[in-house]
């Protein structure tokens, strides 16, 4: 089974950037789509951006214009490019993988996490 280990998170200051990447311990041809879900401290689970396996991308409207996601399949890895970043941005980020049922995204798969803090 494909295994997904995120990396690239920390601490940044409103304005500034990360990239987030996500290993997989296989291939990701296997999966449908990918997807990073944010989790801030006493709120919901958010998903923030998927891609399926044309390529399409969709983003959460509160990231759109500032995240960018890419996989490299040759690399098994997909990317968060976090640009201009918030202090909302601020949350435990997970790759996940799964597929879209019924025109919504399904995670089966999830990292560990990988925490970003954006200070004001």
């Known amino acids: 089974q494909v295994q997904l280990v995120e990396s690239g998170g920390g601490l940044v200051e409103a304005g500034g950037s990360l990239r987030l990447s996500c290993a997989a311990s296989?291939?990701?041809?296997?999966?449908?789509?990918m997807g990073w879900y944010r989790q801030a401290p006493g709120k919901q689970r958010e998903l923030v951006a998927t891609?399926?396996?044309?390529?399409?991308?969709m983003y959460v409207d509160s990231v759109k214009g500032r995240f960018t996601l890419s996989r490299d399949n040759a690399k098994n890895t997909v990317y968060l490019e976090m640009n201009s970043l918030k202090p909302e941005d601020t949350a435990v980020y997970y790759c996940?993988?799964?597929?879209?049922?019924?025109?919504?995204?399904?995670?089966?798969?999830w990292g560990q996490g990988t925490q970003v803090t954006v200070s004001s």
């Open positions: 891609i399926n396996s044309r390529g399409r991308i």
């Open positions: 296989g291939s990701i041809f296997s999966l449908n789509a």
């Open positions: 996940t993988g799964g597929s879209y049922l019924g025109g919504y995204y399904a995670a089966s798969l």
